[in-house]
């Protein structure tokens, strides 16, 4: 599903940023375009940068529920 119809970024294309390293939506913007045009994408691109961190984090740790 997208994310940004403008740049067609998908959610599948920010967790792979995240595996990446991106951290912040400054970030995706630099590395997809995320927000860069008419920026009505930042707030759900917001929280899929945060679920995607949120399960990165969770599939690091081997103790985490
Ligand atoms: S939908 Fe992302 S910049 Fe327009």
Do not use: W
Request: aromatic share 4%.
């Amino acid at each position: 599903m997208y994310v940004c119809v403008c740049n067609a970024v998908t959610e599948t294309d920010i967790k792979k940023a995240v595996k990446e390293g991106a951290n912040c939506l400054h970030q995706l913007e630099s590395k997809l375009g995320v927000g860069n045009n008419c920026g009505s994408c930042a707030c759900d691109a917001s929280a899929c940068l945060n679920r995607a961190m949120e399960s990165q984090m969770h599939s690091a740790n081997p103790f985490s529920i």
